[in-house]
C-alpha cells in the first residue's frame, strides 16, 4: 500500500511540471550545453582535447546583460560528454561562448560588461606590452548561439566554436645549404588584430607587432656529399585571428644587409595553400579553419628571398608574380 502511494505521489510531481494546468513558477529550467570545435580541415570536433575553460555571456532578448556562466576546471571541459547546465527563467536568449578566455593564463580579457550587446565596441583584448606580442597565446574559441526557454525542463543546445589563435612556424633556408644563423636576422608580424567585438569580427584597436616565442637553428639534411650538413633558421610565432578586414604583413629583417629582405602581404601567401581542392571554400573560412601554419623560404647566397617559390604547410608553391 505504501508503495503505491509513493508511485502516485512521483507521477503527480511529473504532471506538475510538465501541464499548462499548474503554476509552473517552481519548476526548473534552464539550457544544458555542449560545445564543439570542428571548424577545422579535419571536420572532427577537438574541443574537449584543446579546450582549458569556458564561459558564457547571457544576454535577454532585449540585450540586457543576464549572467555569466564560467566553468574552470579542465578536468571537466576536456571530457567530450561535458555539459554546461544552467537554471534559466523562461524566455529568449542569446548566448555568447568563449574557450579559453578565463584560465588562469589566458591571453585574452573580456572588457567590462555593458548593460546590453554593444554595436561595435570590442567585446575581449588580447594582453600585449605597449603593443607588443612575444608570446605563445593561449587558445581562444569563440561561439555564439540563440536560445528560447518555454515550459520545458531544460534545452538541450549546442554552440559551434572557431579558433581565434595561430600559431606560425616560418623557417629561412639557403638554397646552397650553408648554415642560417637565427640571429642574424629578425622576423615579425604587423596586424590590428587584438581587439574583438560580440560578433568575432576585428575590431580597429591599433598595429600590434607580434616577434617570435621561440627561435633557433636545426639540421634538417646532408649536402649531396652524405656528409656536409644543411640547416635552417626557424620562428614560432603566435597571432591572434586572421581576417581579410585587416593587413597583415610577414616581415625579415637582415642585420647584416640592414633591410627587410621579405616584407609582403601574410594573408596572401597564406591563400596560396587554397588549392582546387577547397575552391569552394570562402577566404575567411579558409583561414580561419586552419590554426597551425608553416613557411619556408629559400635565400640565395647573399640572404636574399629568392622570391619564386615557398613551402606552405608542406605544399611546394611556386610563385610566377610577386607584384602583391
Given at each position: 500500500?505504501?508503495?503505491?502511494?509513493?508511485?502516485?505521489?512521483?507521477?503527480?510531481?511529473?504532471?506538475?511540471?510538465?501541464?499548462?494546468?499548474?503554476?509552473?513558477?517552481?519548476?526548473?529550467?534552464?539550457?544544458?550545453?555542449?560545445?564543439?570545435?570542428?571548424?577545422?580541415?579535419?571536420?572532427?570536433?577537438?574541443?574537449?582535447?584543446?579546450?582549458?575553460?569556458?564561459?558564457?555571456?547571457?544576454?535577454?532578448?532585449?540585450?540586457?546583460?543576464?549572467?555569466?556562466?564560467?566553468?574552470?576546471?579542465?578536468?571537466?571541459?576536456?571530457?567530450?560528454?561535458y555539459r554546461m547546465e544552467r537554471?534559466?527563467?523562461?524566455?529568449?536568449?542569446?548566448?555568447?561562448?568563449?574557450?579559453?578566455?578565463?584560465?588562469?593564463?589566458?591571453?585574452?580579457?573580456?572588457?567590462?560588461?555593458?548593460?546590453?550587446?554593444?554595436?561595435?565596441?570590442?567585446?575581449?583584448?588580447?594582453?600585449?606590452?605597449?603593443?607588443?606580442?612575444?608570446?605563445?597565446?593561449?587558445?581562444?574559441?569563440?561561439?555564439?548561439?540563440?536560445?528560447?526557454?518555454?515550459?520545458?525542463?531544460?534545452?538541450?543546445?549546442?554552440?559551434?566554436?572557431?579558433?581565434?589563435?595561430?600559431?606560425?612556424?616560418?623557417?629561412?633556408?639557403?638554397?646552397?645549404?650553408?648554415?642560417?644563423?637565427?640571429?642574424?636576422?629578425?622576423?615579425?608580424?604587423?596586424?590590428?588584430?587584438?581587439?574583438?567585438?560580440?560578433?568575432?569580427?576585428?575590431?580597429?584597436?591599433?598595429?600590434?607587432?607580434?616577434?617570435?616565442?621561440?627561435?633557433?637553428?636545426?639540421?634538417?639534411?646532408?649536402?649531396?656529399?652524405?656528409?656536409?650538413?644543411?640547416?635552417?633558421?626557424?620562428?614560432?610565432?603566435?597571432?591572434?585571428?586572421?581576417?581579410?578586414?585587416?593587413?597583415?604583413?610577414?616581415?625579415?629583417?637582415?642585420?647584416?644587409?640592414?633591410e627587410y629582405i621579405i616584407n609582403?602581404?601574410?594573408?596572401?601567401?597564406?591563400?596560396?595553400?587554397?588549392?582546387?581542392?577547397?575552391?569552394?571554400?570562402?577566404?575567411?573560412?579558409?583561414?580561419?579553419?586552419?590554426?597551425?601554419?608553416?613557411?619556408?623560404?629559400?635565400?640565395?647566397?647573399?640572404?636574399?628571398?629568392?622570391?619564386?617559390?615557398?613551402?606552405?604547410?608542406d605544399w611546394v608553391v611556386r610563385?610566377?608574380?610577386?607584384?602583391?
Amino acid at each position: 500500500m505504501g508503495r503505491g502511494l509513493a508511485i502516485l505521489l512521483l507521477l503527480v510531481g511529473i504532471v506538475s511540471c510538465n501541464t499548462v494546468f499548474d503554476d509552473q513558477s517552481a519548476c526548473p529550467r534552464g539550457v544544458s550545453l555542449r560545445f564543439v570545435y570542428e571548424h577545422n580541415m579535419e571536420y572532427v570536433n577537438s574541443f574537449h582535447r584543446q579546450g582549458h575553460c569556458v564561459n558564457v555571456f547571457v544576454f535577454d532578448s532585449d540585450g540586457n546583460f543576464v549572467d555569466n556562466w564560467i566553468e574552470n576546471d579542465p578536468n571537466l571541459v576536456r571530457n567530450e560528454d561535458y555539459r554546461m547546465e544552467r537554471k534559466l527563467e523562461k524566455g529568449s536568449y542569446t548566448l555568447i561562448a568563449y574557450g579559453g578566455l578565463t584560465c588562469d593564463d589566458a591571453s585574452f580579457t573580456y572588457l567590462p560588461l555593458y548593460t546590453k550587446i554593444p554595436g561595435q565596441e570590442a567585446a575581449v583584448t588580447m594582453r600585449h606590452r605597449g603593443y607588443e606580442s612575444c608570446e605563445s597565446l593561449h587558445s581562444l574559441f569563440y561561439g555564439s548561439a540563440t536560445v528560447e526557454i518555454g515550459d520545458d525542463d531544460y534545452v538541450e543546445k549546442t554552440i559551434y566554436l572557431i579558433k581565434n589563435t595561430n600559431n606560425l612556424r616560418f623557417i629561412l633556408q639557403q638554397m646552397n645549404g650553408e648554415q642560417v644563423v637565427a640571429d642574424e636576422f629578425s622576423v615579425s608580424i604587423c596586424d590590428d588584430n587584438a581587439a574583438l567585438g560580440w560578433d568575432n569580427e576585428v575590431i580597429p584597436y591599433g598595429l600590434v607587432t607580434y616577434s617570435p616565442w621561440i627561435q633557433g637553428e636545426t639540421i634538417i639534411g646532408v649536402q649531396e656529399n652524405g656528409q656536409t650538413p644543411v640547416s635552417a633558421a626557424f620562428y614560432e610565432l603566435s597571432t591572434s585571428r586572421l581576417t581579410l578586414k585587416t593587413s597583415p604583413r610577414l616581415m625579415v629583417y637582415s642585420k647584416a644587409r640592414q633591410e627587410y629582405i621579405i616584407n609582403i602581404p601574410l594573408n596572401t601567401y597564406l591563400l596560396l595553400l587554397k588549392s582546387e581542392l577547397y575552391s569552394e571554400m570562402p577566404s575567411q573560412e579558409f583561414l580561419d579553419r586552419i590554426s597551425e601554419w608553416s613557411l619556408v623560404f629559400f635565400l640565395d647566397s647573399q640572404n636574399r628571398w629568392v622570391n619564386t617559390r615557398i613551402v606552405v604547410n608542406d605544399w611546394v608553391v611556386r610563385i610566377n608574380s610577386t607584384d602583391f
